[in-house]
């Protein structure tokens, strides 16, 4: 529930909302500086970074997780 | 020498484009591309269901902006016929769209629902089908209204904007001198479609005969640059924070594109030297635009900056149908020299202010708009320095707040920052600062950033952060929360 809860903390939603379908296009709250915000947020908490092209994927919850899966990160540690 | 547009409306521009080339992609909306043929068919359908319902000249027709067919379809189809477009936002809530509605007077609605006290409702979801009966009528003189916009608002009530026709066709003519368009561009234009920017940048396109790939926003990278390689764009229209977004973002991978992209255009508020020197790097290949303007009277100066040094204030020379002119703040007579009042003269002026006389009497006066905005003319180019209204008088030194943000904008430590006019019991006004920090938070380093930068009379008294800076939704600063928190009326969220 790690990733969930930071989405959902960066975000300013409850986690309830927060699932992989949950992407930038159907959620208001998901604005271009949360974006920023959210990379960021996902970089310090899964001590990583990410190149330009995994920033551009990560327009969802889903891609999120897929990203950070390929980078062999253990998302709910 | 001028081109000559194909019409004296956008619809007609259009119609005649799908007589040309009926085949020619004039959208691309959800990644499908919509020719000329079938736009002007859909724009024909919306004629002949709106004179069904009994809409005819000069009824407004309200139109929930999306960027989707029905409602570029739906545009031309009301002013076809002669009636009023009204473009709302994307997502107004009803109560918003009800007081809109009523307003206005509004005859017809396109949105997701029915608009109590609107007569007549077309759904937004699908361009009704292809009639028994096709309206044919006379269309619109160029005096004719054909739009009311909504200003943005960013102090006090919005205002609804009355554009004629001509008014219309004479800032895309500027556009089309400015920019150079060619007719087989394409543009991306994900900005929203209720205010003049993207609707004038849209309609440019159209009238061009060229192509316009709508995108609802900039916050998916993954959708703009996927449109940018997938439907070759060859313009960008972009507000100045949708630019910094991509910048901060995704650093110099827009110069990807440097080659393809012909031009970039911004408009509605300043443009940070950063994000200047940002595009002529990334895009050397590229005509780099910025545009001044206001909902009563768009693009009426257009600078390129391409290769020119850095002034921020200056938005260039006037374009090809509009006057600039400088007068006193209070008595209203020309300026031979320094700051004042910028007054806008020629065809692409509005018409007045719906409802309000009072509001057009004070803004409109012989065909010129009398802006809020302080600025002076220098070897025929125009210098904006912030609204009249915010700009601060601290020790006898008229301050303008946006000339202060720019400078402090430029601190590495500061995402972004906005300056508001405050008082102080002893200098009267004073300056205060909202910061939005980037990497860390140094309160020390910001202030000895200001005294290098800033003389000490613009440098502000109170520094406060906030998680992000209010904007308009075309990306406009919202002074309005901000002004409130500092009289201790509320808080800037995030």
Redesign the interface.
């Known amino acids: 529930m790690k990733l969930e809860k930071l989405v959902a903390d960066t975000l300013a939603i409850p986690v309830e909302r927060v699932s992989d379908s949950l992407s930038i296009d159907d959620c208001d709250e998901w604005t271009s500086m949360r974006q920023v915000a959210l990379i960021s947020a996902l970089e310090s908490a899964y001590a990583t970074e990410f190149d330009i092209m995994e920033s551009i994927e990560m327009d969802s919850v889903g891609a999120i997780r897929e990203v950070l899966e390929a980078k062999g990160v253990e998302l709910d540690g | 020498m001028a081109r000559v547009l194909p019409g004296t409306s956008v619809a007609a521009c259009v119609a005649r484009r799908a007589e040309e080339r009926p085949g020619a992609a004039a959208l691309v909306v959800g990644g499908e591309e919509v020719s000329y043929g079938r736009l002007w068919a859909a724009a024909t359908s919306f004629s002949a269901l709106l004179a069904s319902k009994g809409v005819g000249r000069g009824d407004r027709v309200l139109l929930h902006a999306r960027h989707s067919l029905p409602y570029v379809a739906a545009y031309l189809g009301a002013t076809r016929l002669g009636a009023v477009a009204v473009p709302y936002e994307e ?1 107004l809530p009803e109560a918003s769209v009800r007081e809109l509605a009523e307003r206005v007077g509004a005859a017809a609605a396109l949105s997701p629902s029915p608009v109590p006290g609107v007569a007549a409702w077309l759904s937004e979801d699908e361009a009704p089908a292809e009639p028994d009966a096709p309206w044919e009528g006379l269309p619109p003189e160029a005096s004719e209204l054909a739009e009311l916009l909504l200003t943005t608002g960013t102090t006090g009530r919005s205002k609804v904007v009355e554009l004629s026709h001509g008014a219309v066709m004479s800032v895309i003519e500027n556009i089309v001198e400015a920019t150079g368009i060619e007719d087989d561009n394409v543009s991306l234009v994900p900005m929203p479609l209720n205010h003049v920017f993207a609707l004038r940048r849209l309609q440019t396109g159209l009238v061009m005969g060229a192509t316009v790939v709508l995108l ?8 703009v ?1 996927g449109a940018l390689s997938g439907n070759r764009v060859t313009s960008l229209s972009l507000v100045p ?2 630019l910094a ?1 991509i910048q ?4 110099d ?1 827009l110069g990807t594109f440097d080659g393809q992209i012909r031009f970039v255009e911004s408009s509605s508020a300043p443009l940070p030297a950063a994000t200047r020197q940002w595009l002529r790097t990334v895009l050397p290949s590229a005509r780099l635009y910025n545009s001044y303007g206001c909902t009563e009277s768009t693009a009426c100066c257009m600078l390129e900056y391409s290769h020119r040094a850095d002034d921020g204030a200056c938005v260039g020379a006037p374009c090809a149908t509009a006057r600039i002119e400088i007068v006193d703040p209070r008595s209203g007579e020309p300026l031979a020299e320094g700051a004042g009042r910028i007054v806008i003269g020629g065809s692409a002026v509005m018409s007045g202010y719906w409802g309000d006389e009072e509001a057009t009497a004070a803004t409109l006066r012989d065909g010129r708009v009398f802006t809020n905005d302080l600025g002076y003319l220098r070897d025929g180019e125009l210098y904006v320095r912030g609204r009249i209204d915010d700009v601060a008088i601290i020790g006898g030194h008229n301050v303008s707040p946006v000339e202060v943000e720019e400078a402090i904008g430029a601190c590495p430590l500061v995402a972004e920052c906005a300056c508001v006019k405050g008082s102080d019991p002893i200098t009267g006004d004073s300056l205060a600062l909202f910061v939005v920090w980037g990497e860390r938070k140094d309160d020390e380093a910001l202030a000895a950033f200001m005294r290098e930068r800033l003389e000490p009379f613009k440098v502000p008294s109170v520094v406060r952060t906030v998680d ?1 800076i209010p904007r308009t939704y075309n990306g406009k600063v919202d002074r309005k929360p901000l002004v409130a928190a500092l009289a201790g009326e509320g808080e800037v969220g ?1």
């Open positions: 997502g609802n926003g900039v916050a998916s990278l993954k959708r640059f924070s949708a977004y901060r973002a995704t650093k991978y992000a995030a």
